[in-house]
Nanobody, 123 residues
Framework: VQLQASGGGLVQAGGSLRLSCVAS????????MAWFRQAPGKEREFVAG????????FYDESVKGRFTISRYKARNTMYLEMNSLKPEDTAIYYC?????????????????WGQGTQVTVSS
């Protein structure tokens, strides 16, 4: 499975960005997918995820109400719509596919990772 993330960039606080993640190769459409992020000097953290079985969505508290995750299995694509961006959202954002069907926020349970896309929010 190969994952290609895109859509990052530089935006002012309060602005919006839409990240995309396209899966190719052996696609795991029944498995959970998620977005993680890693800021300089910090550990990688869970941002948002979608369950592989029922499509339920999950968010970290820090982004709830501002970010929206969506997944289109037919297109092997996942999106992260980010609104009301804050400087603390600045990070490299990674998309990932889990070995689990049920949702998990644990990065160690994600086997496939995209290369990351940089999101920078200026104040």
């Amino acid at each position: 499975v190969q994952l290609q993330a895109s859509g990052g960039g530089l935006v002012q606080a309060g602005g919006s960005l839409r990240l995309s993640c396209v899966a190719s190769g052996r696609t795991l459409t029944r498995h959970s997918m998620a977005w993680f992020r890693q800021a300089p000097g910090k550990e990688r953290e869970f941002v948002a995820g979608v369950s592989g079985d029922d499509g339920a969505t999950f968010y970290d508290e820090s982004v709830k109400g501002r970010f929206t995750i969506s997944r289109y299995k037919a297109r092997n694509t996942m999106y992260l719509e980010m609104n009301s961006l804050k400087p603390e959202d600045t990070a490299i954002y990674y998309c990932a596919v889990s070995r689990m069907i049920a949702f998990t926020s644990k990065s160690e349970e994600y086997d496939y990772w995209g290369q990351g896309t940089q999101v920078t929010v200026s104040s």
